[in-house]
Nanobody, 131 residues
Framework: QVQLVESGGGLVQAGGSLRLSCAASGRAFSGFTMGWFRQAPGKEREFVAAIGWDRGVTYYKDILKGRFITSRDNAKNTLYLQMNSLEPEDTAVYYC????????????????????????WGQGTQVTVSS
């Protein structure tokens, strides 16, 4: 079992930055591929980014490349999402998720965005970007 707790959300003006954190406890964090998702009101949960457990391999939703950066510190059992040049359209609840699926398996099956591939979820943190 893995428990995930997100933090770092809040209200920010357009053009600003936020860094989200996801603290993991329970089973060994380093063995999991980690993902970030977001869900805006009235919309489906969408994939944001994923990071493998080793060598920091990453994958992003195309339109977020260059603005969002995910990283992890396995020694601290913590996942991060640095969000820059935020836009009102980025307003959503942001979730971290963990999967025992290998990063390269998800890449090969093009299933980074499949929520059913992830075994554990955090409770989410609200990000609101004002115009």
């Amino acid at each position: 079992q893995v428990q995930l707790v997100e933090s770092g959300g809040g209200l920010v003006q357009a053009g600003g930055s936020l860094r989200l954190s996801c603290a993991a406890s329970g089973r060994a964090f380093s063995g999991f591929t980690m993902g970030w998702f977001r869900q805006a009101p009235g919309k489906e949960r969408e994939f944001v980014a994923a990071i493998g457990w080793d060598r920091g391999v990453t994958y992003y939703k195309d339109i977020l490349k260059g603005r969002f950066i995910t990283s992890r510190d396995n020694a601290k059992n913590t996942l991060y999402l640095q969000m820059n040049s935020l836009e009102p359209e980025d307003t959503a609840v942001y979730y971290c998720a963990a999967t025992s699926k290998n990063f390269y398996f998800l890449a090969g099956s093009r299933s980074f965005g499949a929520t059913n591939e992830y075994d554990y979820w955090g409770q989410g943190t609200q990000v609101t970007v004002s115009s």
